[in-house]
């Protein structure tokens, strides 16, 4: 199992690449609508986590009050409403496909000291990435099923544990700044 899907053909009719899809969703699955979950009968909002790591700082315009950095993002979460399909020990063997994360709900996030109120999304330009990171158990498919299947749960709750997203952006952006610039010494 860990040869099938792993983008190697190791048989000769080279069956055990085909029918690779990574994420499985009901066809009631909205991507506008976030993952959601219940507690204490309160319907409660994924949790997103962000880590922004700052590259370099590009440059500094101080008579605009606007500094242009370059930065990755990553955002982790739990798509609770998928099955994940065949993962690997090796995180970078479970990107998903353009397909594939066209037609899955993505986090949004805004910088609010931009122009335009910019967001994290898919743009043209930007390299993004999405993987499945293998973090729960798994079943297998049963006997109707001609090709075997490891089948992993998105929800964190499950018996065998969740199995979370990660989506990676690295890109430049512009922002604005307040300065808070004083003539030291003489005004402290």
Known sequence: MEQRCNQISDCRDKSDEKDCRLIVTEGS???????????????VPVEVN???????????IETKHKIVLQFGIKLKWYENRAKFYNLK???S???????????????FVIYDNTDQKEAV???EGV??????KRAGGFIRSGLEVADEIEIFE?????????????MRQTYSKEFQCEYQLHRYPFDI
Do not use: F, H, Q
């Open 29 to 43: 699955y909205n991507k506008k609508v976030p993952p959601i979950g219940i507690d204490d009968a309160k319907i």
């Open 50 to 60: 962000v880590t922004i790591v700052l590259m370099k700082v590009t440059d500094i």
């Open 89 to 91: 020990k090796e995180t």
């Open 93 to 107: 063997l479970n990107a998903l496909n353009d397909l594939e994360i066209e037609n899955m709900w993505l986090p």
């Open 121 to 123: 999304r898919l743009m």
């Open 127 to 132: 390299k993004t990435t999405v993987t499945v």
């Open 154 to 166: 998105g929800n964190p709750k499950s018996s065998l544990g969740g199995n979370y997203v990660e």
